[in-house]
Protein backbone atom coordinates (compact mmCIF):
# COMPACT_ATOMS: atom_id res chain seq x y z
CA UNK A 1 0.00 0.00 0.00
CA UNK A 2 2.81 2.55 0.91
CA UNK A 3 4.55 2.29 -2.89
CA UNK A 4 1.03 2.33 -4.40
CA UNK A 5 0.26 5.53 -2.54
CA UNK A 6 4.19 6.51 -2.58
CA UNK A 7 4.12 7.40 1.13
CA UNK A 8 5.54 5.88 4.63
CA UNK A 9 3.31 4.54 7.21
CA UNK A 10 5.06 4.67 10.61
CA UNK A 11 3.37 3.14 13.88
CA UNK A 12 1.84 5.06 16.30
CA UNK A 13 2.53 4.33 19.74
CA UNK A 14 -0.89 4.95 21.84
CA UNK A 15 -0.75 5.00 25.75
CA UNK A 16 -4.38 3.74 26.99
CA UNK A 17 -4.59 4.68 30.59
CA UNK A 18 -7.28 3.60 32.58
CA UNK A 19 -9.29 6.41 34.48
CA UNK A 20 -10.05 5.62 37.94
CA UNK A 21 -12.70 8.23 38.95
CA UNK A 22 -15.01 6.89 35.87
CA UNK A 23 -15.96 4.11 38.05
CA UNK A 24 -15.81 5.85 41.94
CA UNK A 25 -19.23 5.33 42.90
CA UNK A 26 -21.54 8.50 43.75
CA UNK A 27 -24.88 8.35 45.81
CA UNK A 28 -27.78 9.84 44.42
CA UNK A 29 -30.82 10.61 46.44
CA UNK A 30 -34.53 10.88 45.10
CA UNK A 31 -37.58 11.92 46.40
CA UNK A 32 -39.39 8.89 45.78
CA UNK A 33 -39.62 5.65 47.59
CA UNK A 34 -42.23 3.28 49.00
CA UNK A 35 -44.90 5.06 49.44
CA UNK A 36 -45.34 6.16 45.80
CA UNK A 37 -45.01 2.23 45.04
CA UNK A 38 -41.36 2.08 43.99
CA UNK A 39 -39.20 -1.21 44.78
CA UNK A 40 -35.63 -1.86 43.87
CA UNK A 41 -36.61 -3.31 40.92
CA UNK A 42 -38.94 -0.37 39.86
CA UNK A 43 -36.16 1.77 40.18
CA UNK A 44 -33.77 -0.08 37.97
CA UNK A 45 -36.36 -0.52 35.52
CA UNK A 46 -36.96 3.57 35.41
CA UNK A 47 -33.24 4.09 34.93
CA UNK A 48 -32.60 1.75 32.71
CA UNK A 49 -35.68 3.15 30.76
CA UNK A 50 -35.16 7.43 31.64
CA UNK A 51 -31.73 7.86 32.15
CA UNK A 52 -29.82 5.47 29.63
CA UNK A 53 -28.45 3.37 32.02
CA UNK A 54 -27.91 -0.25 32.41
CA UNK A 55 -28.66 -2.95 34.63
CA UNK A 56 -25.17 -3.17 35.86
CA UNK A 57 -24.98 0.65 36.17
CA UNK A 58 -27.15 0.90 39.41
CA UNK A 59 -26.20 -0.53 43.04
CA UNK A 60 -26.78 -0.18 46.13
CA UNK A 61 -30.16 0.05 45.57
CA UNK A 62 -32.21 1.90 49.38
CA UNK A 63 -35.78 2.20 49.00
CA UNK A 64 -36.90 4.23 51.93
CA UNK A 65 -40.92 5.74 52.97
CA UNK A 66 -40.63 8.52 50.86
CA UNK A 67 -37.12 8.21 49.41
CA UNK A 68 -34.50 6.65 47.89
CA UNK A 69 -30.82 6.19 46.84
CA UNK A 70 -28.56 4.55 44.80
CA UNK A 71 -24.86 4.43 43.33
CA UNK A 72 -23.94 4.72 40.02
CA UNK A 73 -20.26 5.17 38.66
CA UNK A 74 -19.28 8.67 38.79
CA UNK A 75 -18.89 8.72 35.12
CA UNK A 76 -22.82 8.33 34.86
CA UNK A 77 -23.65 11.11 37.37
CA UNK A 78 -23.78 13.96 34.88
CA UNK A 79 -26.28 12.04 32.65
CA UNK A 80 -28.63 10.77 35.33
CA UNK A 81 -28.98 14.72 36.58
CA UNK A 82 -29.71 15.75 32.86
CA UNK A 83 -31.83 13.19 31.62
CA UNK A 84 -34.02 13.20 34.54
CA UNK A 85 -33.94 16.78 34.87
CA UNK A 86 -37.98 17.73 34.90
CA UNK A 87 -39.06 14.95 35.30
CA UNK A 88 -42.53 14.49 37.13
CA UNK A 89 -43.65 10.73 38.59
CA UNK A 90 -46.82 10.46 40.04
CA UNK A 91 -47.64 13.87 39.87
CA UNK A 92 -44.60 14.65 41.54
CA UNK A 93 -41.24 16.65 40.38
CA UNK A 94 -38.80 14.37 40.45
CA UNK A 95 -35.81 15.82 42.56
CA UNK A 96 -32.54 14.49 42.58
CA UNK A 97 -29.71 15.11 45.16
CA UNK A 98 -26.07 14.45 46.16
CA UNK A 99 -26.63 15.14 49.90
CA UNK A 100 -27.97 12.61 51.75
CA UNK A 101 -28.91 14.93 54.92
CA UNK A 102 -30.26 17.31 53.00
CA UNK A 103 -32.42 15.25 49.90
CA UNK A 104 -35.26 17.26 49.35
CA UNK A 105 -32.96 20.10 48.07
CA UNK A 106 -32.58 20.00 44.25
CA UNK A 107 -29.58 20.59 42.93
CA UNK A 108 -29.94 20.71 39.66
Not at 4 to 20: A, G, H, M, Q
Request: without cysteine; proline residues 3%.
Amino acid sequence: METDLNVEFSPLNVEIRYDKQSNTPVAIYMNMGLAQNFTKNNIVEFLIEEAGLSHGDVRNIVVEENRSHFEVPEKFRQQVFLNLKGFKLFHRNLKLTLDGENSKRNIY
